[in-house]
């Protein structure tokens, strides 16, 4: 009769639980790693466009205002730039009050007077924080402060 009652019995042993288990967690220490590294380089690509946008504004506005570079540094603020990018943006919005910041909340230097260039530049904290992901080569041609 007990062996009849153990034969019709369904269900896992702890053995097969503890194997499933044991695959789950080696796809996660594959799987997760892998996401981190592809979340950085997203925000690291996300603050190059917004460089990117802040070099097309500055570029929009010495035209648009008929300045050079030398005249752009001394006459222009950051909401000067601000009718130059998309409205309703966290840039523009940045732009409008002075701060622009990028995507781990550090400020966008929106000035950098070399020779006759203009060019935004980005945070060494952002630098070193997406080093591992994007390198110089990356970055440029922009710069650190």
């Given at each position: 009769m007990l062996n009849k009652?153990?034969?019709n019995r369904g269900g896992f042993t702890l053995v097969e639980i503890m194997i499933v288990v044991a695959i789950i967690a080696l796809l996660a220490s594959v799987a997760v790693p892998s996401f981190l590294r592809a979340r950085k380089r997203s925000q690291a690509t996300a603050t190059k466009e917004d460089l990117r946008m802040v070099q097309a504004a500055i570029?929009?506005?010495?035209i648009e205002k008929s300045k050079t570079a030398a005249t752009f540094r001394l006459e222009w603020s950051a909401p000067d730039l601000a009718p130059y990018v998309k409205?309703?943006?966290?840039?523009?919005?940045?732009?409008?009050v002075d701060y622009p910041t990028d995507n781990l909340g550090n400020f966008i230097f929106v000035y950098n007077?070399?020779?006759?260039?203009?060019?935004?530049?980005?945070?060494?904290?952002?630098y070193e924080a997406l080093s591992d992901v994007a390198d110089a080569d990356f970055w440029a041609p922009y710069t650190t402060y």
């Open positions: 009652l153990n034969k570029d929009q506005f010495q409205a309703g943006t966290k840039l523009q919005e940045g732009l409008a007077h070399s020779g006759s260039e203009v060019t935004p530049r980005i945070s060494s904290t952002t």
